[in-house]
């Protein structure tokens, strides 16, 4: 196996170097030299391709600097191999061109191939370049000197490694120049200084940075300013100049000033370096604070904590100033050639106390007040069992009264007692019930009762001192358990139905649950629980029980055995859409907005039309017949003014009354004049008259002395209204209402019952003659009556005939009148 593979590498080494052999002439690589950014003449010679030639050839140039880019920078004599330049390159774009040369026989075959290499050469023609024209920075003045400041940076495109791009950093300028400053950078780009910084001599400094490479035939380089801004320091210390004040405070006042600190600063107004700092020494109590006034500078005193008199009738306080920016001053000692000069500085506070911050004493006076009482202990927590009786004990509390020079006196109030359940005594500070306590009261949060008791002194004005009593009340079982709601729904199906029955107990464990539920009385095969234990009872309706209302007597005993027996009512009812007889209910009911909407306006609308209807139905017009033509194309003028006779009729009606089944009510009335001449007069008035047209038909009036056949009118024409008066004469000055309603009967047959009406004059009649008193002389006079005697005359019916009109009967009705008229006065004189 070795042979094998030492064969097969003696094999391939022979034919690499055959093959190699071969094309030599086809790899033959020549290479030139041109130098970056050349001013010309263009074009110049670069250099002379050299092959060997037995015969005429020519030649062929690609590549970069040729057909590619850089294109047309290179060319070549086809027949002499010549390299020509034609233009600059750029190094930083082009180092090096890569060319194919080809030598062609006549017949266009390849004799020779050739790789072409051109290098650049890079010349200092790029100065360093900064990357930013601008740098700014700000310092305070309390800088250290040597302390890095900041960096710049530049960079040089020529080519690397070379002194074309190498290059140093330089301070050309500084401005202002100061004295006590100088500036330097070191070869990284980083900006320091030497000396001090004093904002009062230069605020800013502008630097001028330089960057130069180091190139054989040129130096080149750019700049960048650097701008420097110095911060306000704190070069001069804070002076206490005065104090204003009272320098007295009231004893247990707070938030009041009873001195003012000034004080005067050289730095700027309105900076950290002149802003003061005020720092209270000797305040063991913490009594008081000092805060400074943002305008003015000045440190105010207040009373943040009450001062006691009792406890010293002075507080005396050390108070310093400072600055809220360090105090750094800095001044040059010595300046040498090399390293950092030599400078004097003081950061913070001077060793030696030079620079120490300013203080000064300062005394307040505490004037004596009428101190509240105070309370030995202000949170007493105590235990009580609940339903214990009123006047049991509960506590004790006790103040004293702090004032050394005032009375002593004070008294103890229940200050605070929602439920009202305690009393204290005034003297001695005893708490006791005054109610019996209860746990489940509103008032007890979490098992606890708070009040407030009072100690007010009799001073002027009274102060008055607070404690606070925690009363846990401990739980009692004096609560039964109770059901959320007395009734439940219940749906009747073939399968048995659960309801939850749900129970609580204001007590607290262990007097409240889980609690026992158990069903009283004959419940087997209707009702059971399922399950019987626990906050919540399962009620089981069994399928024997029928619908309607049911009342079933229920037992809950708590964990103590308290126990209450409830009437539990339960509806049952169907429930096939819905899971029970409540939600059906509801959702029979539940009606949309839309719907709703619909409902409301159809309402509103039936009642329109029935207010309407009734508004038509109620109105009413009034007319008012002339005098000049009464008649109205009906009636007619009879120009009779001879006055008729004083004919009356005595106890008669007109023989066809008014029909009641057809008219609202008749006005029925039967007014009797006084006696005169030994006549009684009955008037007659309906409130309707109707057009009839009826045979004569015969009724009595029954009187107490007689009765009376009465001969019936045939009546041919009425008129029907609210009310009118009756008159045989032709008078034009009846008024009617509703013309409408008038209406010419001339062949109707209507008859109706009288006997009532009849009725109410007997009694009317009966009533006045027993007022008169001498119903003997007053009897009623028959005009005609069937079968009487020659003398009476006999009336002429009137009558409207059907054949003619009823405008030729009114013709002759006036005359007519005239002999009932005539009738009458025979009738009168006969009877006299």
């Not at 302390?147 to 710049?152: E, M, R, T």
């Not at 209807?613 to 009879?638: A, V, Y």
């Not at 009118?713 to 009425?718: I, K, N, T, V």
Request: hydrophobic share 35%; with cysteine; glycine share 6%.
């Amino acid at each position: 196996m070795l042979c094998f593979f030492l064969l097969v590498y003696c094999l391939s080494s022979a034919t690499t170097s055959e093959l190699l052999s071969r094309h030599r002439r086809a790899w033959i690589i020549g290479s030139f030299e041109i130098e970056e950014g050349h001013r010309g003449p263009f074009p110049y010679k670069l250099g002379e391709v050299n092959i060997d030639r037995k015969y005429p050839i020519y030649f062929e140039l690609q590549g970069q600097g040729v057909d590619e880019e850089p294109t047309e920078v290179i060319s070549i004599d086809k027949e002499f191999g010549v390299l020509y330049v034609h233009k600059a390159v750029d190094y930083e774009e082009w180092q090096t061109l890569e060319l194919r040369l080809q030598a062609r026989k006549m017949d266009e075959s390849i004799e020779t191939r050739l790789g072409i290499l051109i290098s650049v050469k890079d010349i200092n023609d790029n100065p360093p370049r900064f990357e930013r024209d601008l740098y700014e920075i700000n310092l305070p003045q309390e800088s250290t000197q040597g302390s890095n400041l900041l960096k710049v940076h530049a960079t040089d495109i020529d080519k690397s490694e070379t002194l074309n791009s190498t290059f140093h950093y330089e301070i050309k300028s500084v401005s202002p120049n100061v004295r006590d400053t100088q500036f330097f950078i070191d070869e990284s780009g980083y900006i320091s200084f030497k000396g001090c910084l004093n904002y009062k001599v230069a605020e800013k400094f502008t630097i001028v940075v330089e960057a130069k490479d180091h190139g054989e035939v040129v130096k080149l380089s750019s700049s960048t300013i650097v701008v420097v801004h110095v911060g306000n320091g704190n070069n001069h210390l804070p002076v206490i100049s005065g104090q204003t004040g009272t320098g007295k405070v009231k004893e247990l006042e707070t938030g009041v000033s009873p001195l003012r600190l000034h004080v005067t600063d050289k730095d700027t107004p309105h900076t950290s370096a002149w802003r003061a700092r005020y720092t209270i020494h000797g305040d063991e109590g913490e009594n008081f604070k000092i805060l400074t006034d943002l305008e003015t500078n000045d440190g105010i005193l207040t009373v943040v904590e009450p001062l006691d008199f009792e406890n010293g009738a002075q507080r005396e306080l050390l108070i310093s100033v400072e600055n809220e920016a360090p105090y750094y001053p800095c001044k040059v000692k010595e300046r040498t050639s090399s390293g950092l000069w030599k400078v004097d500085t003081i950061k913070g506070h001077d060793p030696s106390g030079a620079a120490e911050p300013q203080s000064v004493k300062v005394t307040i006076d505490v004037e004596d007040a009428n101190d509240p009482p105070k309370f030995s202990v202000t949170l007493n927590e105590v235990a009580v069992m609940e339903n214990v009786p009123a006047g049991t004990w509960v506590d004790k509390v006790t103040a004293v009264d702090p004032d050394s020079s005032r009375a002593k006196d004070f008294l103890y109030k229940v200050g605070n007692d929602p439920a009202g359940w305690v009393t204290v005594d005034p003297l001695t500070g005893n708490i006791t019930m005054i109610k019996t306590p209860d746990r489940e009261s509103p008032h007890v949060v979490n098992g606890t009762y708070t009040i407030l008791v009072y100690a007010v002194d009799k001073g002027i004005p009274p102060m008055t001192g607070t404690a606070t009593l925690h009363i846990h009340v401990w739980d009692q079982n004096d609560n039964v358990p109770q059901l959320t709601v007395d009734s439940l729904d219940v749906c009747v199906s073939d399968a048995p139905t659960t309801t939850n029955i749900e129970a609580f107990d204001p007590d607290e464990a262990p007097y409240g649950g889980p609690f026992t539920f158990e069903l009283l009385g004959n419940v087997e095969g209707k009702w059971r629980l399922n399950p019987g234990y626990g906050y919540t009872a399962g009620l089981v309706k069994e399928p024997g029980v029928y619908p309607g209302q049911h009342t079933i007597h229920l037992k809950i005993s708590d964990m103590q055995g308290a126990f209450k027996v409830y009437n539990l009512s339960v509806t049952a009812c169907g429930c096939t859409l819905t899971p029970n007889c409540r939600t059906r209910q509801k959702s029979e009911i539940n009606i949309g907005p839309y719907a709703l909407f619909m409902i409301i306006s159809s309402l509103l609308l039936l009642l329109f039309l029935l207010l309407l209807g009734l508004s038509i139905s109620s109105k009413r017009e009034f007319f008012t017949m002339e005098p000049e033509d009464c008649s109205g194309g009906i009636l007619l003028q009879s120009n009779t003014e001879a006055p008729g006779d004083n004919c009356e009729i005595l106890y008669t009606i007109m023989e066809e009354p008014v029909c009641m089944e057809q008219y609202n009510q008749s006005n029925f009335h039967i007014p009797l004049n006084g006696r005169r001449n030994r006549r009684h007069s009955a008037r007659v008035t309906f409130g309707s008259f109707h057009s009839l047209n009826s045979q004569p038909r015969q009724s009595f009036i029954h009187s107490p002395h007689q009765n009376l056949r009465r001969e019936s009118l045939s009546q041919r024409s009425s008129y029907t209204g609210n009310q009118s008066n009756w008159t045989s004469g032709c008078d034009s000055s009846n008024q009617f209402e509703d013309m409408g309603n008038m209406s010419i009967l001339q062949s109707q047959n209507l008859s109706c019952a009288t006997e009532s009406n009849d009725m109410q004059l007997h009694q009317k009649l009966t009533l006045f003659q027993e007022k008169k008193g001498d119903s003997l002389d007053d009897e009623l006079h028959i005009y005609a009556v069937e079968g009487n005697s020659d003398t009476t005359s006999e009336l002429e019916a009137i009558s409207i005939s059907e054949e003619g009109s009823f405008q030729d009967a009114l013709e002759d009705l006036c005359p007519k009148f005239h002999q009932l008229a005539s009738t009458c006065m025979t009738a009168k004189h006969t009877t006299l």
